[in-house]
């Protein structure tokens, strides 16, 4: 426990709430499509949990029974992000990363099965705001990768929100905070005497 709080006494509130914040980009309801293609192959809906700090993977194919969850958040302690997916076909896996090149990248390189099989998986937000997932897996220890799956998230119309995150400077922190707190109608999820942040729907 000492460890851990002196890990979380090295990295600010500041800093804290910014890594936490890393994978909104995947935030969203979703149609999932084969890359580059009008090949639907399933669905997604990708929820803030938790205050905000996790997220929360649903997931459905198109056509058959197959379904799989995930929860993905930033862990200060080890100072990576963290799945952890589990899916009706009996699938299990735990993967770690960051923010890489642009892209979150998440293994199991230090936990995964070798003889099995380990897993990658990358996450890039596009230019039209759609989100390419690449997983691939590698059967030599990490040494050369095969792509399994290439897909595009394209937000679903009717759930396209715009502007999801607003930042307005106050002069009056603490009268700022009670006026939004009475106008939402709810209390702040984030509050620091430097910022303090409302969860409207999910973000």
Request: aromatic content about 16%; proline content about 2%.
């Amino acid at each position: 426990m000492l460890a851990a709080q002196q890990v979380f006494a090295q990295q600010s509130q500041e800093e804290l709430s910014r890594k936490y914040h890393q994978f909104d980009f995947w935030l969203g309801s979703w149609e999932v499509y084969k890359y580059e293609t009008d090949t639907l192959v399933g669905y997604s809906h990708i929820e803030a949990i938790i205050d905000s700090v996790g997220l929360l993977e649903n997931y459905s194919v198109e056509k058959g029974p197959y379904k799989g969850k995930s929860l993905n958040k930033y862990n200060p302690a080890t100072q990576r992000w963290e799945q952890y997916w589990i899916d009706n076909s009996g699938l299990t896996l735990f993967l770690s990363g960051g923010i890489k090149d642009g892209k979150m990248v998440l293994d199991d390189l230090e936990g995964g099965d070798a003889e099995k099989g380990l897993n990658r998986i990358a996450w890039e937000k596009m230019k039209d705001n759609s989100v390419r997932q690449t997983w691939s897996v590698s059967q030599d220890g990490g040494q050369n990768w095969s792509v399994i799956f290439d897909g595009e998230y394209r937000m679903k119309e009717s759930d396209i929100l715009g502007l999801r995150t607003c930042i307005y400077k106050v002069d009056d922190m603490e009268k700022a905070k009670k006026w939004y707190a009475t106008a939402f109608g709810i209390e702040p999820y984030w509050d620091e005497p430097y910022y303090v942040g409302f969860n409207i729907g999910g973000y």
